[in-house]
């Protein structure tokens, strides 16, 4: 019987790994945002942009198709007039919720510890 390869060893602090560049666009705030309100339902482009404050449209759509390339959204396009769009997260998508989900109770448990800190910095650099 065959065995499979071994998978390949990645490093993302080499400046060539391809895990660096997608770490990179998920360490974004716009990616986490999108995917944090993805992660019960579908939602429409018009109202991804309405909850998620502050996102133009351009940036919506760029990192909606960039979350869709990388798997981790589905688009669905249903045949309406005007045309119905929706994005739901994949099951790739779900797995990385988890990891959203801690990082956003630990920046809430933890940013008045924070803001002290940067207030402490701040005096004592000023």
């Not at 990082?103 to 940067?118: M, R, T």
């Amino acid at each position: 019987m065959k065995q499979n390869a071994s998978p390949v060893a990645y490093n993302i602090y080499s400046k060539d790994c391809p895990a660096r560049a997608f770490f990179d666009r998920l360490a974004d705030h716009w990616t986490l945002l999108i995917i944090g309100l993805l992660k019960k339902e579908a939602f429409r482009f018009n109202q991804i942009k309405r909850e998620v404050e502050g996102i133009s449209q351009k940036v919506l759509s760029q990192k909606l198709k960039q979350l869709e390339r990388d798997g981790l959204i589905t688009r669905t396009a249903f045949p309406t007039v005007p045309v119905t769009v929706e994005y739901r997260l994949t099951d790739l998508g779900h797995s990385f919720m988890q990891t959203i989900e801690h990082l956003g109770c630990w920046a809430e448990q933890n940013i008045e510890q924070v803001k002290q800190a940067q207030k402490n910095y701040d005096s004592i650099n000023a």
